[in-house]
């Protein structure tokens, strides 16, 4: 792990472990959209000085490594900051039986409880909603990928276009794919 990703998951447990309410969650998050804006500048920076470099050279070599660092932590900042916002929408307007239960019950469980269970549902919610959504493209994956090991033509067209789909993935989908297409040779 990078040392700039470990630090954004410092950050992000030191800011979230003491939200006991929505108005600290909120001063959370624009901590957080605080130090993105200043990786976003670093980005800035460093690709403007890369501009600058000779291709090939340490110096370049370096500076695409801590830019690459910088994206990664900037996507993880955007992740956590999408996260917060489906965490704070779900303890607002619950839309699982989970959390329909515990904002019913919410309001007689004392204040210092009230606002961590409800967060903590929602956050439970988020979290699963993410794991469902996850393993329903992992099988769209190995359903491509099981169509692509029973079909040699369409095999041979998608492999033709396999430049294209890996260029339009994100970085979670091309994890996935690749875990697929590990776990496919590894029982080969």
Not at 115 to 135: D, M, Q
Request: glycine letters at 4%.
């Amino acid at each position: 792990m990078t040392t700039i990703r470990f630090a954004v998951l410092v950050l992000s447990m030191l800011f979230l472990s003491a939200c006991t309410s929505l108005e600290q969650l909120d001063a959370a998050r624009e901590k957080i959209r605080d130090l993105q804006t200043q990786v976003q500048a670093d980005i800035a920076r460093i690709e403007q000085a890369r501009a600058d470099l000779p291709p090939g050279t340490p110096q370049a070599r370096d500076a695409d490594a801590a830019l690459a660092d910088l994206q990664a932590a900037d996507q993880a900042l955007s992740a956590m900051l999408q996260r917060l916002d489906a965490v704070v929408a779900e303890s607002e307007h619950p839309s699982d039986p989970i959390s329909q239960m515990v904002g019913m019950i919410a309001p007689w469980l004392p204040e210092p409880a009230r606002t961590p269970a409800l967060l903590g549902s929602a956050l439970l919610v988020s979290l699963w909603r993410g794991y469902r959504l996850r393993e329903g493209f992992r099988s769209v994956v190995e359903g491509f990928d099981r169509a692509m090991k029973d079909d040699p033509a369409f095999s041979k067209a998608f492999r033709r276009n396999a430049q294209t789909f890996r260029a339009i993935q994100t970085p979670a989908a091309r994890r996935l794919v690749d875990q697929v297409q590990r776990r496919r040779h590894a029982g080969a």
